[in-house]
């Protein structure tokens, strides 16, 4: 994912979902008494998520810094959000081997909304999650695709010669818990294994209506990471096919013209942790390892 001003404006699902998730859990994050909080956000892409949900929940003399693996999404965000006060962008793969020094051990919170389905080594990441936190404590607040039909067409669209070449690495591509029977237990099993004392994992299972095809294509175009492999005048043809895919497993409603819809049933982990025993949603959890997994997994 590379095409930041792509992704800036057809990232309606990733908007909504942040949207609903940062509501709910605002009150529930631990804000330091000083207003001195330091938050750290992972893939924050073009940066629109984390200046229109994140930043405003922020206190005043709150320090913000977003990051990305990608230098195209942190150079996009840095120019479009870097004037405002407290708030930098920087580089970071968030499942690298070692941290860089002036970012670990820093923050009170860290958040990460669709980021982390694209992270093979979900334990390494979430080591480093772990890791950015302050010795003394903090808390973090993760949603991301645990599955998504997407990943379905990716599969059977490699199976077609015309894109097999560019597609051969698919799995890297595909969420580590699209396959698991049970996200929920297999999520909260990694948090328990880097060492956060408590926490309370969700799978939430939601659908999204696209209205019309081109919405659709617009927002596959946005994180599709085999487009970028192929030559440009194959796009819509990709494209095209992607659509007969899904068209193939009845997520379409209506006919074709202008009140055709595309459901995306998908299932989303947002999961709430802390490093130090405390309280969740105010009642107090016996350390060690009360853990809560709600939701149909
Ligand atoms: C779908 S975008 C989400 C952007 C933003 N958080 C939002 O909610 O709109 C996913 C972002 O994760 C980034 N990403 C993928 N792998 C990553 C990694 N290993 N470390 C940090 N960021 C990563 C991508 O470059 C991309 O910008
Ligand atoms: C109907 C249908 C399958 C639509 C495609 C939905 C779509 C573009 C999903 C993208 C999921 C994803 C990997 C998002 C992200 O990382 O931001």
């Not at 067409?153 to 699209?178: A, C, G, R």
């Not at 095809?213 to 990471?225: E, G, L, M, Q, S």
Request: hydrophobic letters at 40%.
């Amino acid at each position: 994912m590379n095409q930041a001003s792509l992704y800036q404006h057809a990232n309606q699902v990733q908007r909504h979902d942040a949207k609903l998730i940062l509501d709910e859990f605002a009150s529930t994050l631990q804000w330091r008494s000083d207003g001195e909080d330091a938050l750290l956000d992972v893939g924050s892409g073009s940066g629109n998520v984390l200046m229109d949900f994140v930043r405003p929940l922020l206190p005043i003399r709150g320090q913000l810094v977003g990051t990305d693996i990608s230098s195209q999404m942190v150079g996009y965000a840095s120019k479009h959000y870097q004037r405002e006060e407290r708030t930098r962008f920087q580089v970071l793969d968030i499942g690298c081997e070692q941290l860089p020094e002036e970012l670990s051990g820093r923050f009170d919170h860290v958040t990460s909304f669709y980021c982390l389905h694209w992270v093979q080594n979900l334990k390494g990441a979430l080591g480093n999650i772990y890791n950015l936190l302050k010795p003394e404590g903090g808390d973090v607040l993760l949603a991301f695709l645990a599955s998504n039909p997407v990943y379905e067409v990716y599969k059977i669209l490699k199976t077609n010669e015309k894109w097999s070449t560019y597609m051969q690495d698919v799995e890297q591509f595909i969420s580590p818990l699209h396959h698991s029977l049970n996200p929920g237990e297999e999520f909260s099993q990694l948090l328990t294994d880097v060492g956060f004392i408590q926490h309370n994992v969700e799978i939430r299972n939601e659908v999204f209506v696209y209205e019309g095809v081109r919405t659709v294509k617009d927002n596959v175009k946005a994180i599709c990471p085999f487009l970028e492999r192929m030559p440009m005048d194959l796009h819509e043809e990709f494209l095209d096919d992607f659509i007969d895919v899904v068209i193939s497993m009845n997520l379409q409603q209506g006919e074709k013209n202008e009140d055709q819809k595309f459901l995306s049933p998908y299932k989303l982990v947002v999961a709430y942790a802390r490093k130090t025993p405390e309280f969740v949603n105010n009642v107090f959890l016996e350390p060690p390892h009360q853990n809560l997994v709600k939701g149909i997994n």
